[in-house]
């Protein structure tokens, strides 16, 4: 998978076919309009008229998963949170990015008059299921445009600066590929309490917490020795200073200042400490 805006196709730029939009890497497939699994994430989209209950208003769009239409676009059949349909939502727990495509058949106020377009990275910010126009169960998403501009996450690179969180009306983690494999060594599960959070869907969630913060003026490196898989009560105790960790990792109650439990940790995860006695001096412990 290859998530993000790809080298040398900022948006805006437009495609004559979809075999255009297949040559660059945009859209990885000529005729589905998702290019996703259910395992990693959905990549990208293309919305072309093709289902009449999508709703494009720009810079918000409701989308309908694939699957369960007649040849004529009429939903005969109800559709299943599978493969792409199930990445929207694996894209949405991970708050990763979705290239939105516009072909010339789509709504007339924001589609190009011919070919196809790419119009930027979107943000999965809702998912459901719900009657469709013609009486059949579709999958649905609501997708917002991010304003800030996106760093390259191509083929897993570190992306330096690091993305920024996403201002949208809701909270969206937006984790980098460096802590999404992080989380995965982890199986989701938090590695102070253990837990780990199903949502619906059976997507499990949990949030890649970086020890010493990105960005100015902590300048937090993007590495895996600088990144926790947290569950979200922890990861926000964490960085706000309710609980903190010592040199040895254990974890301790930054109120009573007792040791509640020594964080876990993967045999192949290494844990810079000089990261951890930072995170420990911001807060003056
Ligand atoms: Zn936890």
């Not at 709504?107 to 998912?127: C, H, K, N, Q």
Request: charge should be negative; proline fraction near 7%; glycine fraction near 12%.
């Amino acid at each position: 998978m290859a998530f993000g805006e790809i080298p040398n196709q900022p948006p805006g730029t437009t495609y004559p076919n979809r075999a255009a939009l297949v040559a660059v890497g945009v859209h990885r497939n000529r005729q589905a309009g998702m290019v996703g699994g259910a395992d990693r994430g959905t990549e990208s989209i293309v919305l072309n008229g093709g289902y009449r209950d999508d709703r494009d208003l720009g810079d918000e769009i409701t989308y309908t998963g694939y699957g369960g239409q007649d040849g004529t676009g009429r939903q005969v059949r109800d559709q299943s949170w599978e493969q792409a349909n199930q990445g929207m939502r694996v894209s949405e727990a991970e708050g990763l990015p979705v290239r939105v495509i516009r072909g010339w058949k789509g709504e007339p106020a924001f589609s190009p008059v011919g070919g196809f377009r790419y119009d930027g990275l979107y943000a999965v910010i809702r998912s459901w299921e719900e009657a469709s126009f013609d009486g059949p169960r579709i999958c649905r998403y609501q997708l917002v445009k991010t304003d800030d501009a996106q760093v390259p996450l191509t083929g897993g690179a570190a992306p330096t600066p690091p993305p920024r969180v996403a201002s949208t009306v809701m909270r969206v983690v937006r984790d980098t590929m460096v802590a999404v494999g992080v989380k995965t060594l982890y199986d989701y599960k938090c590695q102070v309490c253990d837990r780990q959070l199903v949502l619906p869907g059976r997507i499990a969630y949990a949030e890649g917490a970086h020890i010493r913060p990105l960005g100015l003026p902590h300048q937090g490196p993007d590495v895996p020795e600088n990144v926790l898989c947290l569950c979200p009560n922890d990861h926000v105790r964490l960085d706000k200073g309710a609980i903190f960790l010592t040199d040895e990792l254990d974890v301790v109650d930054a109120e009573t200042l007792e040791v509640i439990g020594r964080l876990r940790r993967h045999p192949n995860h290494h844990i810079d400490r000089t990261h951890v006695a930072y995170l420990r001096g911001m807060f003056g412990y």
